[in-house]
Every structure is written in structure tokens, then in C-alpha cells.
């Protein structure tokens, strides 16, 4: 079966992306790819790359693509965590 995962999808990230990040601030979003223990939007790990790529040529300086790509999760589990 072909990889459903298009272009388009990827900009659809994006635009949810900065939608939240107008609403909440940038330190408090994060992409989830768990998809392993329930299906999400990504049909698979390597379409995540692409939603950078969008991300990236779509105004989020690199700074902000890692937080939202993980850096933000990691402070929060580091901080809870020890």
C-alpha cells in the first residue's frame, strides 16, 4: 500500500502548529508520535521529517521546530521526572 501521507498533510500540520503556538506560546506545544500504541496522523515515523521540513519553510525558525519537536517534551519530563 502506497504512504498516504502527502505534501498537503504536512502543511495541515504546520497551519495546526502555529494556530497553537498563536493561541498557548511556543514552549507549550510538542507533536506526539506515538502512533505505535495508537494510529495517529502519521502512517509512519519517517513521514515526521516531512512535517519539519513544512514547519521549517514555513516561518518556525529552527529554534522553535525543536522545541515543538521535542525539546518542549523533554523539559516537561525532565522537570517532573528528576
Known sequence: MANP????????WR???QEMVDVVGVDHVSIGTDQSATPGLLPAYDDFTRVIEAMLSGGFTPAEVAKIAGG???RIFAATAG
Open 15 to 17: 497551519a495546526i502548529s
Open 5 to 12: 501521507f502527502n505534501h498537503v498533510m504536512a502543511l495541515t
Open 72 to 74: 518542549n517534551y523533554m
